[in-house]
């Protein structure tokens, strides 16, 4: 039985640095499921999700979220990740793009996506306005896309590892490492911590061999970790009937009697979990009357 996906949020040396250190393995399997990934677009999809429930985690009302949107120039189009708190959703114009294994033998996430576009970061706060942060893709490989987000955006210098381990269609591992550095560290502790990097690189494999709770302590040994916190994380969708209704009255009175003139009811499909809600004539019909009301 895997274990429970989970965020473990760490500090370090005193409170001088922050860290996120997670397992979503079961998470990445429930996307890769629903959307009948390739193991490219798994992995892309994987570790988007994984960074975005790292800014998820942190947001800290009830009602807030976190969209994170990578607009590559790659196959795969459009990545789109949601989350709020533990929960996370994400969907891909093209999941089931098939590359070849980049010469290393690695999956070629970059390439899925592209190494030229953009990412965005919207924060849902709910006030009227939601926050947009925006930067370019450094490559594509969504680990330093995460991070120089963080350190441009957001002016939190970051050390971001994101890995998803597959095969076929199996997640054997997916999880990440978030770490910052607190204003006023000292230059002994960010050189210690870069000298730690290449342990964590490879993070997904790294976690075959052992849980995270034990990686936390291997990684930073004698930078006294400390586990503040552990949430649960879960791939959840949060569509209903009433949303899906919303989004019709949406369209407008035009639009819906085009959609009662030329099919038999409507059938609208959940990008995210892709359930389906069908909605009769008569549903439209009267959808189309309340819209003339407005
Ligand atoms: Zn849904």
């Known amino acids: 039985m895997a274990d429970q996906d989970r965020m473990l949020q760490i500090d370090l040396c005193g409170g001088q640095v922050r860290a996120m250190l997670c397992e979503t393995t079961q998470t990445v399997q429930k996307c890769a499921d629903i959307h009948e990934t390739t193991p490219v677009c798994t992995a892309a999809l994987g ?50 793009v098939q590359l070849p294994l980049r010469e290393d033998g690695k999956l070629d996430v970059g390439g899925a996506v592209g190494h030229t576009g953009r990412m965005s970061v919207i924060k849902d706060l709910g006030l009227k306005k939601n926050y947009i942060g925006q930067c370019e893709l450094v490559n594509g490989e969504i680990a330093m896309d995460f991070a120089n987000y963080f350190t441009v955006s ?28 607190l204003p006023g560290c000292p230059d002994e502790i960010i050189d210690q911590l870069e000298l730690r990097s290449p342990m964590f690189a490879d993070i997904s494999r ?10 936390c302590e291997d990684w930073f040994r004698g930078m006294e970790p ?20 919303r989004a019709l009255i949406s369209l407008g009175r035009k639009d819906l009697q085009s959609l009662i003139d030329e099919d038999q009811g409507a059938e609208l499909v959940c990008h995210f979990c892709r359930t389906k809600y069908f909605f009769t004539t008569e549903e439209l019909q009267a959808m189309a009357d309340e819209n003339g009301k407005n």
Do not use: W
């Not at 790294?206 to 990686?215: K, V």
């Not at 400390?226 to 949303?243: G, M, P, V, W």
């Open 47 to 96: 570790r988007l999700m994984t960074g975005t429930l790292m800014l998820g985690i942190m947001m800290k009302g009830e009602n807030e979220s976190v969209t994170v949107q990578l607009k590559g120039d790659g196959p795969m189009g459009t990545l789109v990740a949601v989350a709020d708190h533990g929960r996370v959703r994400a969907c891909a114009d093209h999941p089931q």
């Open 154 to 181: 957001e002016q939190k210098p970051s050390l971001v590892a994101l890995g998803v381990l597959v095969s076929g269609n199996a997640v054997l591992k997916a999880g990440g490492l978030l770490i910052q550095p």
């Open 206 to 215: 790294e976690m075959t061999f052992a849980p995270i709770e034990q990686l």
């Open 226 to 245: 400390r586990i503040l916190e552990k949430n649960d994380l879960e791939y959840r969708c949060t569509c209903s009937r009433e949303r899906m209704e």
